[in-house]
């Protein structure tokens, strides 16, 4: 039996305190904060001025409301640098595969575009060259199309120009084009259904289902795709494979400190 391990009951109660200004999100009167907390305003008094001497809580003067205070924000800002996406990404997609029985990649922006930093290989082989260090095509490619959707347009713009003469390069490459209004029609298509999709090319017979996964500062930090055959794999937007799809990348940017 695994022993128990002592704590300070006190720091325990008076932390239900900094968890409901947390879970509440704005400021709050004492009666409001002490009741959600479970206790009375009596007792949460004290535990406030402690609070307010560290810096983890801070009282507005003119409202008398009670909010997270500096020390609170710097703590959290230091632990949002600590957070490594990747790291968090991958059991998430590991469970998204198993569930959907097809291979699931992690992509980044690197300095060349859209690179696979994660492969999750499902059972049934699919005929790809993708492996870790893959560079996929930003345009032409589910991955790239999410990236391309939610980065700002210059930087777009120079990383699509560069994929012409980049020999990194080596997914998703293709000779056909689209005029710049079909391009801005597919990106707008991308951002309304919060994922980006390749049906049947620019791999003949496989299908790519991308979502994006967002920081706490709302950057797109990572992609999420779900590759398969054509005969498997539902592209459809509101499909089993879509819905499962958006509540991984959900949560991972959730856990990331992403809002809505």
């Known amino acids: 039996m695994k022993k128990e391990r002592r704590g300070i009951q006190s720091v325990e109660v008076g932390g239900k305190l900094l968890t409901v200004l947390v879970e509440e999100g704005t400021p ?13 305003s009596a007792k949460a008094h004290p535990y406030l001025v402690s609070f307010g001497n560290l810096g983890l809580i801070q009282q507005d003067p003119q409202s008398g409301r009670y909010e997270l205070g500096r ?10 640098q600590q957070v490594d996406p990747v790291k968090i990404a991958i059991p ?3 469970l998204l595969g198993d569930r959907i029985g097809h291979t699931v990649a992690l992509a980044v922006l690197g300095s060349s575009g859209p690179t696979i930093v994660h492969l999750n290989e499902s059972r049934h082989a699919i005929h790809v060259r993708m492996r870790t260090g893959t560079v996929v095509s930003i345009a032409n490619t589910a991955t790239g199309r999410v990236f391309s959707a939610f980065l700002p347009p210059k930087q777009v713009e120079k990383l699509t120009a560069r994929e012409v003469t980049d020999d990194t390069i080596v997914a998703g490459q ?9 391009h801005e029609a ?5 951002r309304q259904q919060g994922m980006a999709r390749a049906i ?6 496989i299908n790519a289902i991308s979502a ?3 920081d706490h500062a709302g950057n797109i930090v990572l992609a999420m795709t779900v590759i398969g055959p ?22 991972v940017s959730e856990q990331l400190g992403y809002t809505v």
Do not use: C, H, Y
Not at 174 to 182: A, H, L, M, N, R
């Open 230 to 251: 054509m005969g498997t794999l539902d592209p459809d937007w509101n499909g089993d494979t879509a819905v499962e799809l958006r509540k991984s990348a959900a949560r």
């Open 186 to 190: 597919l990106l707008a298509e991308v």
């Open 71 to 80: 020390f609170a924000l710097q703590m959290g800002l230091i632990s949002l």
């Open 212 to 214: 994006p996964i967002f």
């Open 92 to 94: 998430e997609a590991s």
């Open 174 to 182: 293709t000779d056909k084009t689209i005029s710049k209004k079909e």
């Open 28 to 40: 709050m009167l004492l009666r409001d904060l002490a009741q959600k907390a479970g206790m009375t």
């Open 200 to 205: 049947g090319e620019p791999i003949a017979g």
